[in-house]
């Protein structure tokens, strides 16, 4: 019976367990669920910290900007980054460096050189990445679905260096990972 339990039941009951917790997953006051191709990630905002890039986010989920949109950046160890990777008719948004730290979970605007050139292009660090702390803005953290984190970050790549240097990592996953939507809590 033990090796039964252990081999065939026990794992069943976590398969189950897990899809029954990921399915009342929603979002509170403060937070977005992103439900991806590959699961869903809850996120709470910081809207004291960063507040024009917290609005532009909310405005671009309220339109339906990122539906359907990818995680076309992956690089384990470092960030997944999604949006639509070209230049885009959305605003730019002025940067709002804080003391918010690169952790795991971590969510920040992408941007070009110049750091008031961020707008729709958002990335979530894989883990601590201390070097960009200060330089980007970080609105919001991850409070669940490090799992699907792990599962993006772990994607097969297909690796691409770019710049003049080749020291930027552009590596894009072997299997599309879509934003199927992003909802939004209640008050948010």
């Not at 090796?3 to 917790?21: D, E, H, K, T, W």
């Not at 992103?34 to 309220?62: C, D, W």
């Not at 730290?101 to 961020?118: F, M, N, Q, T, Y």
């Not at 707008?119 to 960009?132: G, K, M, Q, V």
Request: glycine share 10%.
């Amino acid at each position: 019976m033990s090796i039964a339990y252990n081999r065939v039941l026990l794992p069943a009951l976590s398969f189950c367990f897990g899809v029954f917790m990921s399915v009342g997953v929603s979002a509170g006051a403060g937070q977005a669920l992103i439900e991806t191709s590959h699961g869903n990630m809850l996120m709470t905002f910081y809207p004291e910290q960063a507040p024009a890039t917290v609005a532009n986010f909310k405005r671009l989920v309220k339109e339906g900007w990122y539906e359907g949109k990818t995680f076309y950046r992956v690089v384990k160890g470092h960030v997944i980054q999604a949006g639509s990777n070209t230049d885009n008719e959305q605003p730019l948004v002025k940067a709002e460096f804080n003391q918010n730290p690169h952790i795991k979970g971590a969510v920040g605007l992408a941007r070009g050189e110049d750091p008031d050139s961020g707008s729709t292009e958002i990335y979530i660090c894989h883990e601590a990445r201390p070097h960009l702390d200060g330089r980007y803005t970080v609105f919001g953290q991850l409070s669940e679905g490090f799992d699907v984190l792990d599962k993006i970050a772990n994607s097969e790549v297909k690796e691409e260096w770019l710049g003049d240097d080749k020291k930027i990592a552009f590596h894009g996953p072997v299997e599309v990972v879509t934003i199927v939507r992003i909802t939004l809590g209640d008050s948010t």
